[in-house]
């Protein structure tokens, strides 16, 4: 609805749609989730991988309801709207990758960009410094584009294509409710990672997902549109914004500062670097963590892949000691930022190269 092709009233309606979800996020932090972490893509598939047994290191080990709520959101939206149609055929194997160095990213700085917006509206200063790198990484993936650069085109194919996503987290959802299957607690324990009651989590999961699903909202697309005549997607990233703010101050859960804040670091020049990272590959992916759980809510089964090179990622960080603390960024994820940004400028330059390059004639 966040387009140029809609009246406006129908664009109107979609603001205040994203701003009520930043309010829905601040409520779920002040019923029990981490701090500035109502929704957050890369993290919560972390904290899947950490229940799945994933990685051996002390993290978060929880499989969050909200992630079955949003796929499961999306997949309603589009059904009631009639718009339901499996998706696949693009650049599998990139999306899967792309994925992993998103969720390195997003670990650096500790935080999708999703939740980047979420840290600004509950008072985070440190988020300002990631969020000029942010859109530095999404300006460098539009300069590619505009050379040729994609990642490829998905074409109409067999419903169950599109339906791994609901399979998958239905299941863990199941086994979530079962207790004593998954390396976590179950839907009734206090212990464990910080969460919200489950069912109020799913129910906001599946508000969640219905919302960006009918709305189109992205924040890699909110940045893209910084450079472009229309702004409807970045105002509606500030409405997010002020939305998550303004539920923050009522309930008490707002802090404006820069030290103290819920799993954060003041590594300025890190937290800039991860989330350029996180929004070059972003947009080389065709979107964040968040909208790719949505896009394989809809039946998008390369965007499934993404989301499970997410989870895969998620693992790595910790496995391998990338994961930043409220100390700053480690040396190992300082490392893993720097390569990602290189390996995934020589992707797209031998991508974009390759889409310049003339065809030659058959003899």
Same mark, same amino acid.
């Given at each position: 609805?966040?387009?140029?092709?809609?009246?406006?009233?129908?664009?109107?309606?979609?603001?205040?749609?994203?701003?009520?979800?930043?309010?829905?996020?601040?409520?779920?932090?002040?019923?029990?989730?981490?701090?500035?972490?109502?929704?957050?893509?890369?993290?919560?598939?972390?904290?899947?991988?950490?229940?799945?047994?994933?990685?051996?290191?002390?993290?978060?080990?929880?499989?969050?309801?909200?992630?079955?709520?949003?796929?499961?959101?999306?997949?309603?939206?589009?059904?009631?709207?009639?718009?339901?149609?499996?998706?696949?055929?693009?650049?599998?194997?990139?999306?899967?990758?792309?994925?992993?160095?998103?969720?390195?990213?997003? $670990?650096?700085?500790?935080?999708?960009?999703?939740?980047?917006?979420?840290?600004?509206?509950?008072?985070?200063?440190?988020?300002?410094?990631?969020?000029?790198?942010?859109?530095?990484?999404?300006?460098?993936?539009?300069?590619?584009?505009?050379?040729?650069?994609?990642?490829?085109?998905?074409?109409?194919?067999?419903?169950?294509?599109? $339906?791994?996503?609901?399979?998958?987290?239905?299941?863990?959802?199941?086994?979530? $409710?079962?207790?004593?299957?998954?390396?976590?607690?179950?839907?009734?324990?206090?212990?464990?990672?910080?969460?919200?009651?489950?069912?109020?989590?799913?129910?906001?999961?599946?508000?969640?997902?219905?919302?960006?699903?009918?709305?189109?909202?992205?924040?890699?697309?909110?940045?893209?549109?910084?450079?472009?005549?229309?702004?409807?997607?970045?105002?509606?990233?500030?409405?997010?914004?002020?939305?998550?703010?303004?539920?923050?101050?009522?309930?008490?859960?707002?802090?404006?500062?820069?030290?103290?804040?819920?799993?954060?670091?003041?590594?300025?020049?890190?937290?800039?670097?991860?989330?350029?990272?996180?929004?070059?590959?972003?947009?080389?992916?065709?979107?964040?963590?968040?909208?790719?759980?949505?896009?394989?809510?809809?039946?998008?089964?390369?965007?499934?892949?993404?989301?499970?090179?997410?989870?895969?990622?998620?693992?790595?960080?910790?496995?391998?000691?990338?994961?930043?603390?409220?100390?700053?960024?480690?040396?190992?994820?300082?490392?893993?930022?720097?390569?990602?940004?290189?390996?995934?400028?020589?992707?797209?330059?031998?991508?974009?190269?390759?889409?310049?390059?003339?065809?030659?004639?058959?003899?």
């Amino acid at each position: 609805m966040l387009r140029t092709d809609v009246t406006p009233r129908q664009n109107a309606v979609a603001l205040a749609l994203v701003a009520a979800l930043g309010a829905l996020a601040a409520t779920l932090v002040a019923l029990g989730n981490p701090g500035n972490m109502g929704v957050c893509g890369a993290c919560f598939l972390r904290d899947a991988a950490g229940a799945l047994g994933f990685f051996q290191a002390p993290a978060p080990r929880i499989f969050r309801p909200e992630l079955a709520g949003i796929t499961f959101g999306a997949l309603a939206m589009v059904l009631a709207r009639e718009r339901f149609g499996a998706r696949s055929g693009s650049f599998a194997a990139s999306r899967f990758m792309l994925g992993v160095l998103m969720a390195l990213g997003a $670990l650096v700085f500790l935080g999708c960009p999703f939740r980047m917006l979420q840290r600004l509206g509950g008072g985070d200063l440190n988020a300002w410094f990631a969020l000029p790198g942010f859109v530095l990484g999404v300006f460098v993936a539009t300069r590619f584009e505009k050379r040729g650069y994609s990642i490829g085109k998905t074409s109409v194919v067999a419903a169950p294509v599109g $339906l791994w996503a609901h399979l998958a987290f239905g299941t863990l959802l199941v086994l979530f $409710l079962i207790g004593g299957v998954l390396s976590s607690p179950g839907p009734g324990a206090s212990d464990g990672p910080a969460h919200a009651p489950w069912l109020i989590a799913l129910a906001v999961g599946l508000v969640a997902g219905a919302v960006l699903s009918l709305t189109g909202f992205c924040a890699i697309s909110a940045a893209r549109q910084l450079f472009a005549p229309k702004r409807r997607m970045t105002l509606a990233a500030a409405l997010l914004i002020a939305g998550y703010a303004i539920a923050a101050l009522v309930a008490g859960t707002s802090k404006w500062s820069f030290d103290g804040q819920p799993i954060a670091h003041g590594d300025w020049l890190w937290n800039a670097l991860a989330l350029a990272l996180v929004g070059l590959c972003g947009a080389f992916a065709g979107g964040c963590p968040v909208r790719q759980l949505v896009m394989a809510g809809e039946g998008n089964g390369d965007a499934f892949v993404c989301v499970c090179g997410l989870i895969v990622g998620g693992g790595l960080a910790h496995t391998l000691g990338i994961v930043s603390s409220p100390a700053g960024a480690t040396d190992a994820g300082r490392i893993a930022t720097v390569a990602g940004i290189v390996v995934a400028l020589a992707y797209a330059a031998r991508i974009t190269a390759t889409a310049a390059a003339p065809v030659s004639p058959r003899s």
